[in-house]
């Protein structure tokens, strides 16, 4: 069992111990993407959803769930991130939106879940705040596009979009 970084020598589950490891900045890239109906689509990008500005409010969702994704995943280290964005993207011929997430830190370990983390919850926003127009909006495709730091170095998606 202990071939598991998250399980001891006597099969119960751990958090990694990173203290011996040496601090080094630690980018992390993520994405989603939102599909939902043309009519839906126009009225986000027109500002006239209801429930107010979609992408900024998404965008604050993100951040703020970047920073508290240790409370969320068991196993994940609680980090002072240094830096997160949130970026969209329209698609207007596929009634989409792309999201981007870039979280940054000095530290032990990686921030690919805050980044990842960020792209969910941002996509789950930009739900809430339009479900009311459309049930079939879908949320996809969230990956880890690139991440620098730390021992494993660098990863960079080959079918990523730039």
Do not use: W
Request: aromatic fraction near 4%.
């Amino acid at each position: 069992m202990s071939k598991f970084t998250h399980i001891d020598k006597e099969g119960r589950v751990r958090m990694v111990d990173v203290t011996d490891k040496k601090p080094t900045l630690r980018i992390a890239v993520a994405q989603g993407v939102v599909s939902m109906n043309p009519e839906t689509f126009e009225k986000l990008l027109n500002q006239t959803i209801k429930k107010g500005n979609v992408l900024e409010t998404a965008r604050i969702a993100g951040i703020m769930a970047a920073k508290k994704t240790s409370e969320l995943i068991p196993m994940c280290h609680p980090l002072n991130v240094t830096h997160v964005a949130v970026d969209f993207f329209p698609d207007k011929t596929a009634s989409s939106i792309r999201i981007k997430a870039t979280a940054r830190i000095v530290d032990q370990t990686g921030v690919e879940m805050e980044a990842l983390t960020a792209v969910s919850v941002a996509a789950l926003t930009i739900y809430d705040m339009c479900k009311s127009y459309d049930r079939e909006i879908t949320i996809s495709d969230i990956c880890l596009l690139e991440k620098s730091g730390g021992k494993s170095g660098e990863f960079i998606r080959k079918d990523q979009e730039k």
